[in-house]
């Protein structure tokens, strides 16, 4: 093995990560190197640099701006840490919602006695169908598919 | 084994809140010195360690202690300056002010070693930021958040042999870009 090579072997030397056995032959080879030894100074000292380097403290307000931002998130209805049992129960209704929606349109627009005059060709057969797709309530589907993705944002621990 | 913090965060789960207290005041200064070197924006990076955390407290019904704390919270910290930072190369202009924040020296230090070390931490800022995003995140959690190899693999989501060679290539670019200032 050249010098150069044995360069990755330094950093890990210096980083605590090599095994007993190669850490023995690394310190041999050092004992009678002309070059390596000058590379492990040189890798000492960037070290010593690196962990030289300040560390930051948040400003002032971090914390109070941390927590409010919690609080925030956990008033909004179905969100947060304590709104998670909330959310599955509205997403559960949205779901039994849509499903009963899916349903009535269903029964509507499907065959109809061979008596009745042959409506044009539409979805949604009369006036009272256009209402209750006009139903503010209906965007429980828009719900549904927001919450999802809300569950999907979650991080997954470990 | 559970490590203290992960143990904390059990607590947590458990309906403690002064251990994600205590969480938060052990982990706020490491999270954010490490964002600000990853996105370069101190500002930005107080908004993320925002996001970390409030990621953390919400995940806590459903944590379980499969690896280091640290670990964890640190892999969502570089997923979050990743995400960041693809969604904005806008940090260049803005950095030069504050490289010099993060190279501040120490106060006790005489004139002439304050001046020295500013300008080798200012160099080595520089260089830092100059490295490619994951050469960075390996190194800054190896040399400053003191995680082991398998720490960083699991946390990037890499091999130990790919942080190995992370962190091989980015030591070999700050001693180049250093040169001669490295090795006095």
């Known amino acids: 093995m050249t010098c150069d090579e044995r360069r990755a072997d330094l950093i890990l030397y210096l980083d605590g990560e090599l095994g007993p056995a190669e850490r023995t032959e690394l310190e041999a080879h050092l004992a009678t190197c002309p070059v390596c030894p000058g590379i492990l100074e040189a890798e000492r000292r960037l070290s010593g640099a690196l962990g030289a380097l300040p560390g930051l403290e948040p400003s002032g307000d971090f914390e109070a701006r941390f927590w409010a931002r919690v609080a925030r998130e956990q008033e909004a209805p179905g969100r947060g840490f304590a709104g998670l049992f909330s959310r599955r129960l509205v997403l559960a209704l949205g779901g039994v919602s849509a499903a009963a929606l899916a349903l009535v349109i269903a029964l509507r627009v499907g065959p109809r006695p061979r008596s009745e005059p042959e409506p044009d060709l539409q979805i949604v057969a009369n006036s009272e169908d256009y209402e209750l797709l006009e139903d503010p309530d209906l965007d429980v589907i828009a719900v549904v598919d927001l919450l999802e993705s809300w569950d999907g944002d979650q991080d997954q621990p470990g | 084994m559970v490590d203290d913090d992960a143990r904390l965060m059990l607590a947590f789960r458990d309906g ?8 938060f005041s052990r982990y706020t200064p490491r999270v ?6 990853m996105v370069r924006d101190r500002a930005r990076a107080e908004e993320l360690t925002q996001d970390v955390f409030v990621r953390v407290y919400n995940a806590a019904e459903r944590y379980e202690a499969s690896a280091r704390f640290s670990t964890w919270i640190f892999g969502i910290a570089h997923n979050l ?9 806008r940090r260049y202009e803005r950095a030069d002010g504050m490289l010099e924040e993060l190279g501040a020296a120490d106060p006790a230090a005489s004139a002439e070693d304050k001046l020295d070390a500013v300008r080798m931490q200012t160099r080595l800022e520089r260089a830092l930021a100059a490295l490619p995003e994951r050469q960075r ?3 800054l959690l190896r040399s400053e958040q003191g995680l082991s190899y398998e720490e960083i693999a699991e946390a990037l989501s890499a091999t130990v042999s790919s942080v190995k060679s992370l962190i091989h290539r980015a030591r ?3 001693l180049a870009d250093l040169g001669e200032e490295a090795s006095r």
């Open chain 2, 172 to 174: 070999e670019a700050l």
């Open chain 2, 16 to 23: 403690d809140r002064r251990a994600f207290e205590s969480l």
């Open chain 2, 32 to 37: 954010l010195t490490f964002l600000t070197r």
């Open chain 2, 137 to 139: 995140a390996a190194l």
């Open chain 2, 81 to 89: 300056a990743l995400n960041d930072l693809a969604r904005a190369h």
